[in-house]
């Protein structure tokens, strides 16, 4: 039942890769290595790669943590009990830790219980919450668990128990009737961030509380080393918070001075130097799982709460020797499982395996089924049975959500919850089999056997004279690495082999040696020794690899880490699935997306500031009559691009204005990303030919176009849409106008944080003395004996760039028209290269230059609009967008 893997190689987006390239400094493999992972604007761009604690968003943006943190201060104050109720697994038990940790240093009586698995099973539970009352508490918290306990939250209300819960599960259509719900996937939560693990979403709380008790950021952050644990354990993408969270986890672990992780690293064999995701999800994760799968997870709590090294160490010794117990276990259910599936036909053809014994514990049956899927490459969902009940564990592959699957199958189960990869269940035996029909025949008809072939997805196919030491060292500014944040795999086509040969213990792994064109680099293939058969010298392969850097003998030099190898000529790209109609408008929009490398600097420059500098001035007359437009004002958003998602979704029909033409492509390739969930998008920018706008309209006009991303000045004005959305912050009041009946409805999501590259936009535009004194004296030391000179724009730019990091082409001829102005030179241009004589005779007055003061001028109008917009009330702003030229 094995699968060949099928190798896709992630289509190539050249003009977001100049983009992103041009603006970060960074190489086009690099940038397409970020477009592979959903980055495709330079905001995200920079914030994936800041990753600052301070860009995390507000805990008060999440729906009801202003209610939470009334309660559980409230409770703090009257002196009640607080009982922190948690999960078994890592996410549950490292988010029970930290919370216990900031309530007790809030000052609260606060203690915690985790279920245990075997006997109490997952979430809330009525024994546990009678035992609490019996103790004297008062008020429940959840961690990982309890959005989909309203039953057990109502049998809490009749003991006298008010609950607050923190979960990061898919919320169920009732939730309970907490006092407040944490839960960032709830319906109407604002929340800009979803993707919180368990241990996530108690932090948020904790940094409720803390700022309401007027403690510092400096005191949560004390607890991001167990919070990193928790997020790397729960599989969570790494990607937004999550990765800040783990980017400044990692080093405090590596550090840590709590006796508890001291001692589970110590017990794990690892060295604290090379932490990193892999060895948490591997050494320290299994470890504290072990205890929660095997028996009572309550013991890796108190590992983390051990303030005595000495005890410490005994606990995690004890948590390793569960976790030998579990693998040992793990192993015994996996063999089972395999011989079942050997000798049942009827199960093993499925496109989804369900088995059920009576002979499997409960605590690793979501680690077999892991393993089943990797070798299978179908959804596993394993069943341990007693006494007629059935505990399950499911997981799956991409293009088959279990939690979605679960629910259309919920007639046939007793509870359920959890991810579209991984979840929980509970199945009385007697409905196995009709489950096992129903699910099958859900996957017969969402399953194709593409779905069902494994595949091993490149993210650039590139030449090997590519990869250089420092693009290589680039690439690790993608770390930490994990879940939708993979390890770069790379590709080339036709390397020729050198040689190979088999090494390692017992010659498991292939040593190789290949070259393209004139590079020659070493490679190694773990557990690949069966393909040195099939190489020999001079053979031409297709390679699939990591790139690293290999240090050997004070000698430091590129490696490959080999994946794969296919003969040459196999490597298929990866083509998205779509009707006809489909993909017309994916081929038009890839043609309106592309650039030619000349044109991406100036896409760059916002469109307003290109405008000015065709203008001089332009009279408006402000329409004195009452605003019939709706301002929607989000001009503090704090992510306007899942702002922007939600506004495009909510509408029929929308216009977003963006600033430039390379925003432009950024945008509309992020929304084309997003899924069809707000219909069709087309796009207009001043790079599009004339045949290519009369293509627009016409698909516009049509109404097959629901989302217009434009840049301002645009020739689609006589076209109605339902909103129009101001993604950036204007340059000057002629961007604002809008024409009678273009839209009832104006959105404004440029604001403050977009002020400050504004600045550097508008700077470009006028450069002053100290830069243009640069500028000339460049001109100067270029210039024969005749005193002509030639020099490139890309030489102008990169001196003017000293000072003002947007400069572009109109920046350096600004520049050259001072200087032309002032008769200190004459020049002329053909193309990219600049021709001029100087006038070595002549001293200039920058005053005698009309270009310069008006430049300075405009800069300060510029300003002083900006100003003006950010400051305006919604009532302002109404009149500026129906002024009048």
Known sequence: MRRQKKWRVKAPNPALQQILSFELGISKI???????????????ARAFLGSELDKMFSPWLMQDMKKAVERILGARDKGEQILVYGDYDVDGITGTTVLVLALRRLGCKADYFIPHRLEEGYGLNKVALERAVERGVSLVVTVDCGISGAEEVEVAKALGLEVVITDHHEPPVQLPAAVAILDPKRSGCS???????????ALKLIQGLFEQAGLSQRNWEEYLDLVCLGTVADIVPLQGENRILVKHGLPQISNSKRPGLQALIKVSGIKAEVLGTRELGFGLAPRLNAAGRMGDAGLGVELLLAEDLLVAEEMAEELDRGNHER?????????????????????????VLVLASENWHPGVIGIVASRLVDRFYRPVFMISLEEGKGKGSARSIPGFNLYQAMVSCQDHLEQFGGHAMAAGFSIHVDKINEFRKTINAMAEEFLSEEHLTPNLDLDALINLNDLSMDTVQELNQLSPLGHCNPGPILGCCQATVINCREVGKNGGHLKMRVREDHTVLDGIGFNLASYSEMLAANDTVDMAFIPSINVWNGRTSVQLEVKELKETGEVASQLVEAGEYDREVKRTLTKFLHLPKEKIAESLVPLGILHLLKLYNTDYIEDSSPCKLQIEDYRNNPDRLAQLVQ?????????IIVESTAQAIQITTFLSEQGDSFGTLAVYHPALEDCEVKQLRSFVQSGRAKVLVTTPFHPLKDFNFEQVIFYYLPYQLAECILDDGCASRVVLLGGEKQAAESREHIDAMAPERQALGEVFKLL??????????????????????????????????????????????????????????INLQVRGDLQNSQTYKWSLHTKEECLRFQRQYLSATVEELGRLFTCKL
Do not use: M, W
Not at 816 to 829: A, D, R
């Open 30 to 44: 690099f940038a397409q290595l970020l477009i592979n992972r959903g980055i495709y604007t330079v905001d995200q």
């Open 191 to 201: 929340y800009p961030f979803k993707e919180l693990a368990g241990v996530g979403v």
């Open 327 to 351: 693998q040992q276990v793990e192993s015994k259910v996996l063999s089972e499982a395999l011989a079942l599936l050997e000798t049942d036909s009827e199960i093993s053809q499925g496109k």
């Open 647 to 655: 506004l495009v979704e909510a509408k029929d029909s929308s216009i």
């Open 780 to 837: 100067r030391q270029r210039i024969n004996q005749q005193a002509n000179g030639e020099i490139t724009l890309e030489e102008l730019c990169a001196c003017l760039k000293k000072y003002y990091p947007k400069a572009s082409q109109h920046t350096a001829e600004v520049s050259l028209n001072v200087f032309q102005e002032l008769g200190l030179l004459e020049y002329k241009n053909q193309g990219d290269i600049y021709f001029y004589r």
